[in-house]
């Protein structure tokens, strides 16, 4: 059976030192959640936060990777692809998404008028009232994976959107119907994460 090596460097968030002494631990399995381990091999960060795994494949199934104790460990990447050697680069602990939201629109509202917005989600969202003034109206940490569940190898480009509404029943109307074939007020847009900025356009009629 042959061997194949998986390579990083392990870092808190983009910009941080490089961790040394982490523990981390490479799964492969079926339900790609890390809970029947039908193969786990792990490993510790060096001073310069390097890590290496060498494992012999058990099955062409995605590996991902997870971070902390040997008791209690969390995902922090899935999908690794099976029987590749692979360099994964720098992966972060807390791999944050920063996405600048600009408005542009050239309805005029009135002071009883109020915006309602949230990106990638319904819940959290946030509000403007009006008069509502064109260019850069808000600035969002996310972690990366939010709108898939797990940050993940295979998906560097991570696809959301904007919701939104003039007041709180319009913007309802996107949060009923948001997973619909035809939504009401959605902006898609990609996100690329890993240390980029994103900005999002929330264009409206």
């Given at each position: 059976m042959?061997?194949?090596?998986?390579?990083?460097?392990?870092?808190?968030?983009?910009?941080?030192?490089?961790?040394?002494g982490?523990?981390?631990?490479?799964?492969?399995?079926?339900?790609?959640l890390?809970?029947?381990k039908?193969?786990?091999?792990n490993?510790?960060?060096?001073?310069?936060?390097?890590?290496?795994?060498?494992?012999?494949?058990?099955?062409?199934?995605p590996l991902l990777?997870r971070?902390?104790?040997a008791?209690?460990?969390?995902?922090?990447?899935?999908?690794?692809?099976?029987?590749?050697?692979?360099?994964?680069?720098?992966i972060?602990?807390?791999?944050?998404?920063?996405?600048?939201?600009?408005?542009?629109?050239?309805?005029?509202?009135?002071?009883?008028?109020?915006?309602?917005y949230?990106?990638?989600?319904?819940?959290?969202?946030?509000?403007?009232?009006?008069?509502?003034?064109?260019?850069?109206?808000?600035?969002f940490?996310?972690?990366?994976?939010?709108?898939?569940g797990?940050?993940?190898?295979?998906?560097?480009?991570?696809?959301?959107?904007?919701?939104?509404?003039?007041?709180?029943?319009?913007?309802?109307?996107s949060?009923?119907?948001?997973?619909?074939?035809?939504?009401?007020?959605?902006?898609?847009?990609?996100?690329?994460?890993?240390c980029?900025?994103?900005?999002?356009?929330?264009?409206?009629?």
């Amino acid at each position: 059976m042959p061997a194949y090596t998986i390579t990083g460097n392990l870092r808190e968030n983009c910009g941080s030192p490089p961790l040394s002494g982490a523990y981390l631990e490479l799964f492969q399995d079926g339900s790609s959640l890390g809970t029947s381990k039908s193969q786990n091999v792990n490993t510790t960060t060096d001073n310069n936060g390097h890590f290496s795994f060498t494992y012999k494949n058990s099955s062409s199934l995605p590996l991902l990777l997870r971070y902390g104790t040997a008791s209690s460990s969390r995902r922090i990447l899935i999908g690794i692809p099976a029987e590749k050697n692979i360099d994964l680069g720098d992966i972060y602990v807390n791999n944050k998404v920063t996405i600048i939201l600009k408005l542009n629109t050239s309805t005029v509202y009135s002071t009883a008028d109020t915006l309602y917005y949230a990106i990638g989600e319904i819940v959290g969202y946030k509000t403007l009232p009006a008069p509502l003034t064109n260019g850069i109206i808000d600035t969002f940490y996310k972690r990366k994976g939010f709108t898939l569940g797990d940050n993940s190898y295979n998906v560097p480009v991570e696809q959301t959107a904007i919701y939104w509404g003039i007041g709180y029943s319009d913007f309802y109307n996107s949060a009923i119907s948001w997973n619909t074939s035809n939504p009401y007020h959605k902006i898609p847009f990609s996100v690329n994460g890993n240390c980029k900025i994103d900005t999002a356009y929330l264009n409206i009629p």
